[in-house]
């Protein structure tokens, strides 16, 4: 079946360094890719999305970069906060699919003081 | 403010009982989706539903079953419980189509002995 995968299951870096998460997903038809974000012992919230039709989007410290050609996207976190430790999540989805997403394991981020 | 609720938030069963986790949503959305998360495998999709009346499988819908009697209401139901099923689940809510972001509920932990 269609996967994604998260290429870091952990990743650590200093307060206020820039933090990169990397996905890989083998559906062609993927057009929708969301992140989640999940602090210890809570639910996941969504943090920022992107859509097929751009290969960057940019919100406050958080940008998206999409590699089509490749199947790749990742997450850049610039200027890290304590308050970004947490679980990451990347998903994929195609068009109009009901929602379905495909996630991936989840990279644990944390931030050194 | 968008709201998603389970029940119970924490369940210990027996092998072979039967369980049900319930899930509430506020946010008039048709679709919901029922998630399990292990350690190494993200989130993987149970079953979902995009409106009253209707469900569908997911990716593991195998000793599962879903209802959806309302546009609020989402249960998600292990007629035999096996330890295999020990796990925490999500329930989500969505906007039509699935290309939006999606609202987690706190979680279920469920442990199966």
């Known amino acids: 079946g269609e996967k994604v995968e998260q290429h870091e299951s952990t990743l650590s870096v200093r307060e206020g360094d820039s933090a990169v998460i990397n996905c890989t997903y083998t559906?062609?038809?993927?057009?929708?890719f969301p992140w989640y974000k999940q602090e210890a012992g809570k639910s996941l919230h969504f943090v920022i999305d992107?859509?097929?039709?751009?290969d960057r989007k940019q919100s406050q410290r958080l940008i998206v970069l999409l590699d089509k050609k490749a199947k790749r996207f990742s997450l850049h976190i610039t200027a890290t906060q304590p308050e970004d430790s947490a679980i990451y999540f990347c998903?994929?989805?195609?068009?109009?699919?009901?929602?379905?997403?495909?996630f991936g394991q989840g990279t644990k981020l944390s931030i050194k003081p | 403010e968008a709201a998603v609720t389970q029940s119970p938030r924490n369940k210990v069963a027996v092998t072979g009982g039967k369980v049900t986790l319930s899930c509430n949503q506020t946010?008039?959305?048709?679709?919901m989706y029922w998630y399990r998360q292990d350690t190494g495998h993200g989130l993987r999709l149970i079953h979902y539903?995009?409106?009253?009346?209707?469900?569908e499988k997911g990716d593991i819908p195998d000793g599962y079953k879903a209802s959806r009697p309302s546009q609020e209401n989402f249960s998600l139901i292990l007629e035999l419980a096996t330890p295999s099923q020990t796990s925490v689940y999500f329930c989500?809510?969505?906007?039509?189509?699935?290309?939006?972001?999606?609202?987690f509920g706190p979680g279920t932990r469920l442990t199966v002995l």
């Open positions: 998903a994929a989805s195609r068009n109009y699919n009901q929602g379905k997403l495909i």
């Open positions: 992107i859509r097929s039709n751009v």
């Open positions: 539903s995009y409106g009253a009346g209707s469900t």
């Open positions: 989500a809510s969505g906007e039509d189509w699935g290309l939006y972001e999606q609202y």
């Open positions: 946010n008039n959305h048709n679709n």
């Open positions: 559906d062609t038809a993927s057009s929708y």
